[in-house]
């Protein structure tokens, strides 16, 4: 496959843009010819289609290649278009008429992680009492032994790696 450019990726996005569209123009008109077949006051869809099951046959056999066509091309598109983003190096946002397109890349921080030899080492140079509910190191029995500032500095925060990608019709 070739590389795309972001013009290439941007009129992909725009047709996938039109292709949905052109779904929700196909299931309209699927509704408005169907709409005098069922009952207007039933609740729920289902009920309805199971109610009118053959007399919306005709319009199903008609309608729902189409939609179903247009789905598959949709899917691949959306497809195509993501896995074009999650190939990208760093984050980047392609805006189109119809559509924005994001990958965001970066770390968010873990948990924080005392350094239990640190936290003995403070605590025995303190005099603190009592440290030794803290040595498996919960944070909330931490703090208040040595206080927020002096745990932070003896803490560490791993990143965790993460990739969002998406796109959006506006």
């Known amino acids: 496959m070739a590389k795309l450019t972001h013009a290439d990726i941007k009129a992909k996005a725009e047709e996938y843009a039109k292709t949905i569209g052109q779904i929700g123009k196909?299931?309209?008109?699927?509704?408005?010819?169907?709409?005098?077949?069922?009952?207007?006051?039933?609740?729920?869809?289902?009920?309805?289609?199971a109610d009118h099951a053959e007399e919306l046959k005709p319009f199903e056999d008609r309608y729902q290649p189409k939609i179903d066509k247009l789905n598959e091309k949709a899917a691949g598109l959306y497809s195509e278009i993501l896995g074009w983003l999650q190939q990208q190096k760093k984050s980047i946002t392609l805006e189109t008429e119809n559509t924005v397109l994001r990958l965001l890349k970066g770390s968010?921080?873990?948990?924080?992680?005392?350094?239990?030899?640190?936290?003995?080492?403070?605590?025995?140079?303190?005099?603190?009492?009592?440290?030794?509910?803290?040595?498996?190191?919960?944070l909330k029995d931490a703090e208040p032994i040595l206080g927020k500032n002096d745990l932070e500095a003896i803490c560490s925060k791993p990143e965790f790696p993460f990739e969002e990608a998406s796109l959006e019709l506006k």
Do not use: H, T
């Open 26 to 49: 196909v299931k309209k008109a699927y509704v408005k010819e169907v709409s005098g077949i069922m009952d207007q006051q039933a609740v729920d869809m289902a009920d309805l289609v």
């Open 108 to 138: 968010r921080p873990g948990n924080r992680k005392v350094d239990p030899a640190k936290f003995v080492e403070i605590c025995i140079k303190r005099g603190i009492e009592g440290f030794w509910r803290a040595v498996n190191v919960v």
